[in-house]
């Protein structure tokens, strides 16, 4: 009896183990950051606090799930940020000038952000473009149409209804908008655990050349992961639009740089093949905590931008050095 007691504790924890595999560091530092904060602010534990943090990294966080899956088959996005600037503005072009309905016009908008991305894939695929000039040329694409449809005007005036799924908690705890990104947290992990595609993508990433041997059509694919990461990105648009309230062709500025290093910091490897949702979503945790934090120290924007520069770079270094 106390050894079949012993054997199952062991399977516990081995099985909780593998669920955190790849993503220890990431939440060992978390987890010291959030110590380090509740004793330098007293502020930053309570319950309004938290729940702010998870309002905070919604936009990010829907993100963070499409950049992903791209870094995971070794690609990159440039264009994220400016896919989600086109899309605000397509959904409140639609919306509050041609006179659609909301839900309409949202998808409409949807619909354009997965195009930008068919069309960087299609660059990749087809023309053979590297995936950072294809998508930094997509993301001066996206920028021009955000800022043309309206000549660079914001818009606003949407429904009540609208900005208010934003802050209205329900059950007291969770809005709409941390719910949205809750479920693509989970979808996005049950992909890339459970399903024969998200082992492609790990496949792709480890070997391109291997994987299209093994039979994989790598072409879909990466055209598929940036059709998936323009469609989120324009999900985050819509997000971002509920809690703002407005749209603005000047929306999403260095998100991709963000994304990329929440993405990173969870330990998805940039050369592909190894990572996933669990180690993105505390990436996106630290980077929220820490934004935070260093906003209820009082410590400059400016300053901000340096930490979090300088916390990129210990996570890719890290990096290198478990290669080594």
Same mark, same amino acid.
């Given at each position: 009896? *106390?050894?079949?007691?012993?054997?199952? #504790?062991?399977?516990?924890?081995?099985?909780? &183990?593998?669920?955190?595999?790849?993503?220890?560091?990431?939440?060992?530092?978390?987890?010291?950051?959030? *110590?380090?904060? !509740?004793?330098?602010?007293?502020?930053?534990?309570?319950?309004?606090?938290?729940?702010?943090?998870?309002?905070?990294?919604?936009?990010?966080?829907? =993100? @963070?799930?499409? =950049?992903?899956?791209?870094i995971l088959i070794g690609? +990159?996005?440039?264009?994220?940020?400016?896919? =989600?600037?086109?899309?605000?503005?397509?959904?409140?072009?639609?919306?509050n000038q041609i006179g &659609?309905?909301?839900?309409?016009?949202?998808?409409? @908008?949807?619909a354009v952000a997965g195009?930008?991305?068919? +069309?960087?894939?299609?660059?990749?695929?087809?023309?053979?473009?590297? @995936?950072?000039?294809?998508? &930094?040329?997509?993301? !001066?694409? @996206?920028?021009?149409?955000?800022?043309?449809?309206?000549?660079?005007?914001?818009?606003?005036?949407?429904?009540?209804?609208?900005?208010?799924? !934003?802050?209205?908690?329900?059950?007291?705890?969770?809005?709409?908008?941390?719910? +949205?990104?809750?479920?693509?947290?989970?979808?996005?992990?049950?992909?890339?655990?459970?399903?024969?595609?998200?082992? !492609?993508?790990?496949?792709?990433?480890? #070997?391109?050349?291997?994987?299209?041997?093994?039979? *994989?059509?790598? #072409?879909?694919?990466?055209?598929?992961?940036?059709?998936?990461?323009? &469609?989120?990105?324009?999900?985050?648009?819509?997000?971002?639009?509920?809690?703002?309230?407005?749209?603005?062709?000047?929306?999403?500025?260095?998100?991709?740089?963000?994304? +990329?290093?929440?993405?990173? *910091?969870?330990?998805?490897?940039?050369?592909?093949?190894?990572?996933?949702?669990?180690?993105?979503?505390?990436?996106?945790?630290?980077?929220?905590?820490?934004?935070?934090?260093?906003?209820?120290?009082?410590?400059?924007?400016?300053?901000?931008?340096?930490?979090?520069?300088?916390?990129?770079?210990?996570?890719?270094?890290?990096?290198?050095?478990?290669?080594?």
């Open positions: 009896m *106390i050894t079949s007691v012993k054997e199952e #504790n062991r399977n516990a924890g081995s099985g909780l &183990l593998s669920v955190f595999k790849g993503a220890t560091g990431p939440l060992i530092g978390l987890i010291i950051l959030c *110590i380090f904060l !509740s004793f330098a602010t007293d502020r930053f534990m309570s319950a309004r606090n938290l729940l702010n943090i998870l309002d905070q990294i919604t936009v990010l966080g829907i =993100m @963070a799930v499409g =950049m992903t899956m791209v690609g +990159i996005d440039l264009a994220v940020g400016s896919v =989600m600037a086109l899309t605000m503005m397509v959904m409140g072009y639609l919306a &659609l309905p909301l839900g309409m016009g949202i998808l409409l @908008a949807l195009v930008t991305g068919a +069309i960087a894939g299609l660059l990749i695929t087809v023309l053979g473009v590297p @995936a950072f000039i294809a998508t &930094l040329a997509m993301m !001066s694409v @996206a920028r021009g149409l955000a800022n043309m449809i309206t000549d660079g005007q914001q818009i606003v005036g949407f429904p009540p209804w609208f900005s208010l799924l !934003s802050y209205t908690r329900f059950g007291g705890f969770l809005t709409l908008t941390v719910a +949205i990104m809750l479920i693509v947290f989970v979808l996005g992990w049950l992909y890339l655990r459970y399903t024969s595609g998200g082992r !492609s993508l790990y496949a792709i990433g480890g #070997n391109q050349e291997v994987a299209r041997l093994a039979g *994989i059509n790598v #072409n879909l694919y990466t055209v598929g992961v940036y059709v998936v990461s323009g &469609l989120l990105a324009g999900l985050a648009g819509v997000v971002l639009a509920m809690r703002l309230d407005s749209v603005q062709p000047t929306a999403g500025v260095s998100y991709e740089l963000d994304t +990329i290093a929440a993405v990173v *910091i969870g330990g998805t490897s940039l050369s592909g093949g190894k990572g996933g949702i669990l180690g993105t979503i505390i990436g996106v945790l630290i980077i929220g905590v820490l934004r935070n934090g260093l906003n209820l120290l009082g410590v400059s924007p400016f300053t901000q931008a340096v930490v979090i520069g300088v916390v990129i770079a210990l996570a890719v270094a890290a990096e290198g050095f478990k290669r080594k």
